[in-house]
T-cell receptor
């Protein structure tokens, strides 16, 4: 079945460091890919998404490119801030046009950014 | 903006009590979900619904039931709460018409004592 694997955390970085969180997936067809972020004490919210191969999603300085050849959707940011400390979830949704689908989430990667 | 509202942020219930967690979304989404989130286990899908009065079991439905009588409202019911149901519960909604992005509520922290 479909699955998402992301790097285990926690990841600890100093402010202004470069961030990469790896995410790979297994799916049939052409799923949509997402990164969600969860700040302390809150629910998840969409960070960025990509719906087809070679698409790049971007938001708040974060980027991820849908790589079908490597089945990957790695999250990157050039210069992290303390306010980026959160848990990041990679996810995929099968490409369907009817109900009954399930979004598959990775286990989450906790990021700590030190001042 | 889509808003998913969960009725209670923090609840403390006793073992054996019947617990209702309510969720309302305001964007006419056809899909609604209940997840629980536990440290080290990530998000686990309990139930989802893709239409009024429709429900599908997720990965961990045991000990839970759901109700969707109206499109905007999706309720999670713990028939007889147990301590192993102490967790953070997240409600969410989505629509194929908005690219299947999932919109989450802020979560309900349930403690069963």
């Amino acid at each position: 079945g479909d699955s998402v694997t992301q790097m285990e955390g926690p990841v600890t970085l100093s402010e202004e460091a470069f961030l990469t969180i790896n995410c790979t997936y297994t799916a049939t067809g052409y799923p949509s890919l997402f990164w969600y972020v969860q700040y302390p004490g809150e629910g998840l919210q969409l960070l960025l998404k990509a719906t087809k191969a070679d698409d790049k999603g971007s938001n708040k300085g974060f980027e991820a490119t849908y790589r079908k050849e490597t089945t990957s959707f790695h999250l990157e940011k050039g210069s992290v801030q303390v306010s980026d400390s959160a848990v990041y979830f990679c996810a995929l949704t099968p490409r369907v046009n009817t109900g009954g689908f399930k979004t598959i989430f990775g286990a989450g990667t906790r990021l700590f950014v030190k001042a | 903006d889509v808003k998913v509202t969960q009725s209670s942020r923090y609840l403390v219930k006793r073992t054996g009590e019947k617990v209702f967690l309510e969720c309302v979304q305001d964007m006419d989404h056809e899909n609604m979900f209940w997840y629980r989130q536990d440290p080290g286990l990530g998000l686990r899908l309990i139930y989802f619904s893709y239409d009024v009065k429709m429900k599908e079991k997720g990965d961990i439905p045991e000990g839970y039931s759901v109700s969707r009588e109206k499109k905007e409202r999706f309720s999670l019911i713990l028939e007889s709460a147990s301590t192993n149901q102490t967790s953070m519960y997240l409600c969410a909604s989505s629509s194929v018409w908005t690219g299947n992005t999932i919109y989450f509520g802020e979560g309900s922290w349930l403690t069963v004592v």
